[in-house]
Every structure is written in C-alpha cells, then in structure tokens.
C-alpha cells in the first residue's frame, strides 16, 4: 500500500483517503461506524466540508470513539521531499497507541469574515481545536478567485488562523483547470483538489504535473465522477494509477469502504481488458455526462446548468432529504425557468443537448419525489 507526501505541506498519508460526502444520508450511528471502520482499518487522511450538513459531527464523533491523534505532533520535517516521491510498500502499524490521522475541511466563503466564521465553526463541528488543512471551497470562477485572494478576501482569514495555529496548511477546490492553474502560478495554496476519472482526465495532462513541480499536494476528488461510474474497482484502479495523488472515496457503509481498501491493498495495474472497458463507458456518456467546466454559463434565466445535470449525482450522494435542505435545491429548482434558448448549447466544447438534459434531469427528480 503506497504513501504520498502531500507536496510542501510534509504530511505524509496513504493514497487513499476518506470523501465525507456519503455519511449525510444514513443515520448518525451508522455513519459513525462507517468513519469509525475506516479509521481502524488504517485510512490516516479524512476530507469534509462545511457545506456536507452533517459530516463534520459525525467525523468528529468517530474520530473521538477511534481514539486517533489528530493535531501538528507528529508533523516532522518531510517537507523537503518532492510530491508525488512515495515508497512502495507503506511502513507497518503499530502494534498499539494512538494513531496520527490527516484531518481536511473547506469553506466556500469568500470574505474574510465569513471564512473565519466557518473555520471556527468547523473545529466545534469535528471538536478540535487544530486541523491540518483548510480549503476555500469550490472556487468556481476567475472572479470567485480574485475574491478569494484580494484584502479581506477568505484566504487572509486561513493565513491569520495559520499563524494562529488553528490549520496547518490551506488549500483550494475547484471543478475548473484554469483557476487551479492561476492558482498554482500565484504560489498561495499548499494544497489543490481537482476532479480526476477517467471521465474526467484533463488534469494528468495539465494540473496534477504542475503541481508535483511546483510541490503542491494534489487531492483527486470525484474518482466516480460524481457517482456516474458504477464500477467503483475499475474507476479508482484508475485514479490511482496516477503517482503522486490522494484519492478520496467517500462511503456509507462499512463493506464499501472494504471494497474500495482491498482494490488500494492489491495495488494492480489495469488490466487490456479493464482498458477496453474503461473506453466503452466513456463512449457511453459522451453525450450525457457534464465535465462541470461551466463554459454554457451565463444562462440567460440564472439556470446552474451544471448542477442541474448533475441532480441524479446529487441525490445518490446526499439522498434525497439532504438534498432538499441543502444549498444546491433552489438552484435545481431554478431549472424549471428554462426557455431551451440554446445558448448553452453553443458554447459547451462537448456538444452536450443541454436543454434536453435539463428536461430529462427535471423529470427524473419529479418521477423520485
């Protein structure tokens, strides 16, 4: 089972990591026990965020029941090796004591203010008074960036709570390569996270090089691309093929975890025939699957295109109930306003039927309700 150190950042951890996305749509307890396995089975990286409901709780909780080590302690020196550098076999486990875990949260605030609100309201969520890495979530545009960055912007909150001593490390999300690639020009994150499948696999070309040169540590998220691929061996057989990345899966229940550990465990390469398969569903979903880029955006009715293509994605990862709740169902909702202009159309560089995805989406939601 291979190790990564993440960039400048010296945490080292296994390749793959702990998603907290799933745990919002089953019960507290078992979302506890789910986290709780993973963390006995030797996971030593959890990613959440402010914006999974519940997830920071219940991360907290089995974090407390785990008995693991979360806080700088253990965080030596490490930092002069390259990312991406990783020995093949990971060093055994200790017989007994505690265990030092990697713990990762994010914000998608944009002011100072409310950056620091939502930090502080993270560590009361995961009851701890230190996390390694805090992210400015989800910055989705240019603009969203300069925010971001410019005085009074959220990452001079995460600087202040750095010198502070309440994180470790910050990092940036975004489902589009060019801001992650300003971002790594401006030399500001230690960390990236970047969607990385074989559905989406723009980021070997450009992103994830860039980043081990630079020593920024690269977290892959969506390696289901958002639930899409339902052969979850073959989807982070990929992943993981790339050197040099953590991979965060997320779960609810504990045989999938085990599931998702023992492809890690085998550490195998993919098979001709598992290539040929791979092919096969990205031909499948050609014409159906939004990469998220957003570049059929502005609608001229305020329609979030992406998020309403991605409604069956959503729900299977949230459930139905959370989903409602959550920030993401006015926007669903806003769907309905419509008109099939097909501007989008013209600018998605996938010749995607927008407009007809939309309708299909909406009417597949209404069918679940």
């Known amino acids: 089972m291979q190790r990564v150190v993440l960039g400048r950042t010296g945490l080292e951890v296994y390749r793959l990591g702990f998603g907290g996305i799933p745990i919002q749509r089953v019960s507290e307890e078992q979302a506890v026990e789910t986290v709780r396995h993973a963390l006995e089975a030797g996971v030593d990286f959890i990613d959440t965020a402010r914006g999974y409901t519940t ?96 005085p009074g912007g959220a990452l001079e909150a995460l600087e202040e709570a750095r010198a502070e001593g309440l994180i470790g490390h910050v990092g940036i999300t975004s489902h589009r390569l060019e801001v992650l690639e300003r971002a790594l020009d401006d030399g500001l994150f230690d ?55 953590v991979v965060l899966a997320g779960v609810e229940y504990p045989h999938l975890f085990d599931e998702n550990w023992r492809v890690f465990q085998e550490g195998s390469p993919l098979t001709p025939e598992e290539r040929l398969r791979l092919t096969e569903i990205r031909q499948t979903f050609a014409k159906v ?8 955006q502005p609608c001229p009715q305020g329609v979030p295109i992406q998020t309403v293509l991605g409604v069956r994605q959503l729900v299977k990862r949230m459930g139905k109930e ?47 309700e």
Not at 124 to 138: N, P, S
Not at 139 to 147: K, L, S
Not at 353 to 367: A, K, M, T, V
Request: with cysteine; glycine share 6%; hydrophobic share 40%.
């Open 55 to 150: 997830s920071e709780r219940r991360i907290g909780l089995a974090l407390k029941q785990a008995g693991v080590v979360v806080g700088p302690a253990a965080d030596k020196g490490a930092a002069t090796e390259p990312a991406g550098e990783e020995p093949a076999t990971a060093p055994p486990r200790p017989p007994s004591g505690p265990r030092r875990v990697v713990v990762a949260s994010k914000s998608p605030a944009r002011t100072a203010a409310a950056m620091r609100t939502d930090l502080e309201t993270s560590l009361r969520e995961l009851d701890l008074d230190y996390l390694d890495v805090y992210k400015c979530h989800f910055v989705a545009t240019m603009a969203d960036y300069e925010q971001v960055i410019a």
């Open 191 to 245: 960390v990236i996270m970047v969607c990385f499948s074989f559905l989406e696999p723009q980021a070997r070309e450009t992103v994830i090089p860039e980043a081990r040169a630079r020593n920024v540590g690269v977290l892959a998220m969506k390696p289901f691309s958002g639930g899409v691929i339902d052969d979850a061996r073959l989807a982070l057989k990929y992943a993981l093929s790339e050197p040099g990345v």
């Open 289 to 296: 699957f939004c990469r998220r880029c957003d570049y059929c």
């Open 322 to 368: 959370v989903l409602r709740e959550s920030p993401f169902w006015p926007g669903i909702q806003k769907g309905h306003e419509c008109t099939e202009c097909e501007e989008c159309m013209s600018r998605c560089p996938y010749e995607l039927p927008i407009p007809d995805l939309i309708r299909e989406n909406l009417r597949w939601l209404d069918e679940e």
